[in-house]
Each structure stands twice: as structure tokens, then as C-alpha cells.
């Protein structure tokens, strides 16, 4: 079975530009969040979609944005990139939104912003 | 909001040596705990978890015990091996209408031959 796979692998982009990364969750996944990993620190939480409606946010600007469609793939987009912003992004999916629920992680998109 | 302490790193040990990594958490509720392992060029993979106080999460020799009067969730293994050198994140997962999960900042272990 697949897992969960992210596009694109890598992605380089200049200030103020925007950027829209891809994620298709493990078949059967309802829930897909998002993470973004800062080099040497731990995950932190963007976002989690649940049938298509956003569940949670975490301590984000509002240029972050995201949707998930019908097919439970889903779409983080981010408006006027800021240097900061460069990173690896997690998508990560799961059966539901249970907290013993284990998150299966995508590869990321590493993003460079110049 | 929730948060999480973990020893910081990198720890360096010699093949076949004891391994704690210490977590402690501030939660509130009644939170699910994870360990997450990032292997060198690889995805974040679950390593064990633990739903309720005093379950004891174990795989691949490594082994984790919830303790609720404590708010710890130490990671140890007996014997490491130079395989197991990776970056562990302890992320303890909270409700709260959706899946709450916050990671430690990561400690990276370094086994050597």
C-alpha cells in the first residue's frame, strides 16, 4: 500500500511570492494535518482536516491557508512568503481525529525561500 | 497550551550501552503519548505509543511507560546499536475537536561501533 505522498519533493521561491504544496493521504485516511519542521527543532502543528472541513489551526498567519477535497488529498497554500517561512512541510494522515490515532507521515516538501 | 520538555541532545553512546531519553509534558486532559523516530534521509515514523496511565508502549526493544502522576513518557533500550542513530521527538496528543499533537524539540542519537 502507499503512503502518504507529498509534491513536490523541493521547491525554491522569492520573497512575496506564494506557493501551494500537495498531499495524498494513506487510502481510508479521512484526516490530513499539516506541520511545518524549522531545521533542529520538532514539528509544529499548522493545521488537521477531517471530511473535508478544517478542525484545528495552530499559531499561524493568516497567509497560511489550506483545503482538503473530496478524494481526502489536500492543498496547504501560503501567501507572500516571507525568508522564515522556508522549511520542511509535513502532511501527515490518519484514520480520525482520536487522540491514540497514530499520524502517518509524509517524506515533506523542503521549501527555500531567497 | 500544551508543551514539552525533552533532554536535550545530541547523546552520544557506544554500541550496546543503556539509552534514556527523558519527556516530561504539560497537558491538559488527558493526552495520548508518542514517539516518533526521523531515521537519517527517511519520513517521521511512529516508534511506540501509550493511551492511559501506567501503559507501557514497546517496539524494536525500546520501551516507554506512561506516567500520569509524573506528566513522563521516558524512551529507553537496554542495548542500542548503531542503527538506532535518529532523531526522537516525544509528542504527547490532546483532543480538543481535532488532534492536538505537540513535539519536543527532538534529541538526536548518535551510537557508535
Known amino acids: 500500500d502507499a503512503g502518504v505522498t507529498q509534491s513536490p519533493t523541493h521547491l525554491i521561491k522569492t520573497r512575496g511570492q506564494h506557493v501551494t504544496l500537495r498531499c495524498s493521504p494513506i487510502?481510508?485516511?479521512?484526516?490530513v494535518s499539516w506541520y511545518q519542521q524549522v531545521l533542529g527543532q520538532g514539528p509544529q502543528f499548522i493545521f488537521q482536516?477531517?471530511?473535508?472541513?478544517?478542525?484545528g489551526r495552530g499559531n499561524f498567519p493568516d497567509r497560511f491557508s489550506a483545503r482538503q477535497f473530496p478524494n481526502y488529498s489536500s492543498e496547504l497554500n501560503v501567501n507572500a512568503l516571507l525568508l522564515g517561512d522556508s522549511a520542511l512541510y509535513l502532511c501527515?494522515?490518519?484514520?480520525?481525529?482520536?487522540?491514540?490515532?497514530?499520524?502517518?507521515f509524509g517524506p515533506g516538501t523542503r521549501l527555500t525561500v531567497l | 497550551g500544551d508543551s514539552v520538555t525533552q533532554m536535550e541532545g545530541p547523546v552520544t553512546l557506544s554500541e550496546e550501552a543503556f539509552l534514556t531519553i527523558n519527556c516530561t509534558y504539560t497537558?491538559?486532559?488527558?493526552?495520548?503519548l508518542f514517539w516518533y523516530v526521523q531515521y537519517p534521509g527517511e519520513g517521521l515514523q511512529l516508534l511506540l505509543k501509550?493511551?492511559?496511565?501506567?501503559d507501557k508502549g514497546s517496539n524494536k526493544g525500546f520501551e516507554a511507560t506512561y506516567r500520569k502522576e509524573t506528566t513522563s513518557f521516558h524512551l529507553e533500550k537496554g542495548s542500542v546499536q548503531v542503527s538506532d542513530s535518529a532523531v526522537y521527538f516525544c509528542?504527547?496528543?490532546?483532543?480538543?475537536?481535532?488532534?492536538?499533537?505537540?513535539f519536543g524539540t527532538g534529541t538526536k542519537l548518535q551510537v557508535i561501533p
Open positions: 501527515a494522515s490518519s484514520l480520525g481525529l482520536a487522540t491514540y490515532n497514530e499520524q502517518f
Open positions: 487510502s481510508g485516511h479521512k484526516s
Open positions: 482536516y477531517y471530511e473535508k472541513e478544517e478542525r
Open positions: 497537558a491538559t486532559g488527558y493526552p495520548s
Open positions: 501509550a493511551t492511559k496511565a501506567d
Open positions: 509528542a504527547p496528543a490532546n483532543s480538543g475537536g481535532y488532534q492536538k499533537v505537540t
